[in-house]
């Protein structure tokens, strides 16, 4: 293992357990209310009467539960039974089942509505915390919960899966996931999150059903939400796959990428493996021609008129990290190596808040933190930067070993 792989490694290992993990541990528990602070702002100022997203809690308990599974040490445990507790009594609807998407400062439901990218994520961290700490009660609610999408949001006609439904599992017009995005039925997004869900349950639950919605569903993103070019996804589409957005979401397609393969890999799938590396690979080789700066960065999102902004968010950077290596492990192609290198560079110099911990938002065009944005909310979670360490420690401890 180069000498270079050895520093990484160590960096690695030291931004996520001292800067990201501890910082979680340190700041962010709710002492009042239970759980965990809804906001935090980027001057470290916890903003009281916050709402908490069901996404903000199932992230943290699957990178605790990560952090547990690899690392074995009690504080971990201690932050990742802390939220499943959490969402058990405060997201669960213990009357139509599924989990509420937002709950206010004190635990009460502000948005019941079943949006099935929350509840997906929730699929993926009880899967991972079963991992971690094996229980029966934890693996039959990640199914109970796969069941009840397959019940209500699957398309049975056209395939995939459908936005959000009411509170009591019915059609509804509010679907949208966040402020920045569209109001249709499906969209990429949710899908990558239910393919990375399903990925982690068929890991601890080895299901024919599962089996088969794993494998359909890997075919219907590469046949309908990835382009004819094999470049980049889709990003929004109606109940029968027409497309109804011309947006490129570069952090996405690099994530998406890896996911893709990891899938593919865990379903032990040969001529489906094949078929998604081949497009792993054309999709980080567009990342790396069109959506990465000169300083390395990774910009968030262009359209048919160039970029849409000039701003870096973190998210995309830690993706590409784990997209590009994921890209040198299937090709041999160095360039792919020296890019995730590069990215990781970025983040330690312009992303990481090496005073206050964890990472910034992100940073505006002349690289400047963007200071208006949060350190803790709803979507800033510390599931993208921590899964970017324990993915790129895993890899190059693979590379150790192999060498």
């Known amino acids: 293992m180069s000498n270079k792989r050895v520093e990484w490694l160590s960096q690695l290992e030291h931004e996520l357990k001292e800067n990201i993990l501890s910082f979680w541990i340190q700041h962010t528990i709710d002492e009042k209310n239970g759980g965990f602070l809804g906001e935090i702002d980027s001057k470290m100022n916890v903003i009281a009467n916050a709402r908490k997203s069901l996404v903000l809690n199932a992230r943290i308990l699957w990178t605790f539960a990560s952090a547990y599974r690899v690392y074995g040490q009690p504080e971990y445990l201690t932050m990742a039974d802390r939220a499943y507790a959490y969402l058990q009594s405060f997201f669960t609807d213990k009357e139509y089942d599924g989990l509420y998407w937002m709950v206010d400062a004190e635990g009460q439901p502000s948005e019941d509505k079943k949006q099935v990218y929350g509840q997906a994520f929730v699929i993926y961290a009880l899967a991972e915390y079963y991992r971690a700490t094996p229980s029966p009660e934890v693996l039959e609610k990640a199914i109970g919960l796969f069941h009840i999408l397959e019940k209500y949001s699957y398309d049975s006609r056209n395939k995939g899966y459908i936005e959000a439904l009411s509170r009591e599992w019915q059609m509804t017009d509010n679907l949208t996931l966040s402020s920045k995005d569209m109001n249709e039925k499906k969209s990429m997004n949710t899908h990558l999150h239910v393919l990375e869900a399903y990925t982690g349950l068929y890991r601890v639950w080895k299901s024919e059903l599962l089996h088969h919605k794993l494998s359909e569903l890997i075919e219907t993103m590469l046949d309908h939400i990835i382009d004819q070019d094999g470049k980049h996804f889709h990003l929004f589409l109606d109940e029968e796959w027409n497309v109804k957005s011309d947006r490129i979401s570069y952090g996405h397609d690099i994530e998406?990428?890896?996911?893709?393969?990891?899938?593919?890999?865990?379903?032990?799938?040969?001529?489906?493996?094949?078929?998604?590396?081949?497009?792993?690979?054309?999709?980080?080789?567009?990342?790396?021609?069109?959506?990465?700066?000169?300083?390395?960065?990774?910009?968030?999102?262009?359209?048919?008129?160039?970029?849409?902004?000039?701003?870096?968010?973190?998210?995309?950077?830690?993706?590409?990290?784990?997209?590009?290596?994921?890209?040198?492990?299937?090709?041999?192609?160095?360039?792919?190596?020296?890019?995730?290198?590069?990215?990781?560079?970025?983040?330690?110099?312009?992303?990481?808040?090496?005073?206050?911990?964890?990472?910034?938002?992100?940073?505006?065009?002349?690289?400047?933190?963007?200071?208006?944005?949060?350190?803790?909310?709803?979507?800033?979670?510390?599931?993208?930067?921590?899964?970017?360490?324990?993915?790129?420690?895993?890899?190059?401890?693979?590379?150790?070993?192999?060498?």
């Open 256 to 403: 998406g990428s890896w996911l893709l393969v990891e899938a593919a890999e865990v379903l032990g799938d040969q001529a489906l493996l094949q078929r998604v590396k081949d497009v792993a690979v054309s999709m980080a080789e567009a990342v790396l021609a069109e959506g990465i700066a000169e300083d390395h960065g990774i910009w968030n999102e262009a359209d048919a008129n160039g970029l849409v902004s000039r701003d870096k968010d973190w998210w995309p950077q830690a993706e590409a990290v784990v997209g590009f290596y994921n890209a040198y492990q299937l090709t041999g192609d160095t360039k792919y190596e020296d890019a995730a290198f590069g990215t990781w560079r970025f983040i330690d110099k312009y992303i990481v808040d090496h005073e206050q911990g964890e990472w910034h938002w992100g940073v505006d065009e002349n690289l400047q933190p963007l200071a208006h944005e949060p350190k803790v909310s709803a979507w800033k979670c510390p599931y993208h930067n921590s899964r970017a360490c324990f993915e790129m420690i895993e890899r190059l401890k693979l590379i150790t070993k192999e060498h």
